[in-house]
């Protein structure tokens, strides 16, 4: 099984400010296919957990463009380049490159 | 707009089975993998199992014995069976499209006598 570790755990940022945070896995995410199956999903308050970003970097339909991803391997990073009050909750990263599917422990954002 | 819609009990007893069934709308059940995901404080976000429209499936290991999940593409419904449940089954139970681009609202599952 694929472990992702997330860091930090939570973190404070100031409207305007930008954030990032880090996913790191026990095994590579590159499958034999060339693609890399690495996912960012924001969870507000209340809500389901919601897709931001695919295939490390490939921004879901709608999400804005202050949030991008990058990384390789085992590696990977959600950067928002002006953090807004919408953008509250928690943050995961999961990975589809081997069964069991797996989700990081997540980042909490406050403002 | 694809929705995906849940129902099922809220309180399951111990050693019964938790039974929930998501409904598809606004697309086609077909040419996807749906998956069951659920939630907790202590495990965070669990991958349960998943179904492709043809019926094949897959499941976490640390549930597999105890996991069903089927579908019916006539009603555009599929649905999980966990049986066996106790404290531990207790979280917030979600059902997804892979991958995990639409979910549902999730399901508030109490495993209590």
């Known amino acids: 099984e694929i472990v992702l570790t997330q860091t930090p755990l939570s973190l404070s940022v100031t409207p305007g400010q930008p954030a990032s945070m880090s996913c790191k896995a026990t095994?590579?995410?590159?499958?034999?296919?060339?693609?890399?199956?690495a996912y960012w999903y924001l969870q507000k308050p209340g809500q389901s957990p919601q897709l931001l970003i695919y295939?490390?970097?490939s921004r879901f339909s709608g999400v804005s463009d202050r949030f991008s991803g990058a990384g390789s391997g085992t590696d990977f990073t959600l950067k928002i380049s002006r953090v807004e009050a919408e953008d509250v909750g928690v943050y995961y990263c999961?990975?589809?490159?081997?069964?069991?599917?797996?989700f990081g422990q997540g980042t909490r954002l406050e403002i | 707009q694809v929705q995906l819609l849940q129902s099922g009990p809220g309180l399951v007893r111990p050693s019964e089975t938790l039974s929930l069934t998501c409904t598809v709308s606004?697309?086609?059940?077909?040419?996807?993998?749906w998956n069951w995901i659920r939630q907790s404080p202590v495990k965070g976000l669990e991958w349960i199992g998943y179904?492709?429209?043809?019926?094949?499936?897959n499941s976490n290991p640390s549930l597999k014995s105890r996991v069903t999940i089927s579908i019916d593409t006539s009603r555009n419904q599929f649905s999980l069976r966990l049986s066996s449940v106790t404290a531990a089954d207790t979280a917030v139970y979600y059902c997804?499209?892979?991958?995990?681009?639409?979910w549902g609202q999730g399901t508030t599952v109490t495993v209590s006598s």
């Open positions: 997804a499209r892979d991958p995990m681009d639409v």
């Open positions: 606004g697309g086609s059940i077909s040419g996807y993998y």
């Open positions: 179904i492709y429209h043809t019926g094949s499936t």
């Open positions: 095994h590579s995410l590159l499958d034999s296919d060339g693609k890399t199956y």
């Open positions: 295939e490390v970097s």
């Open positions: 999961m990975q589809g490159v081997n069964h069991p599917i797996t």
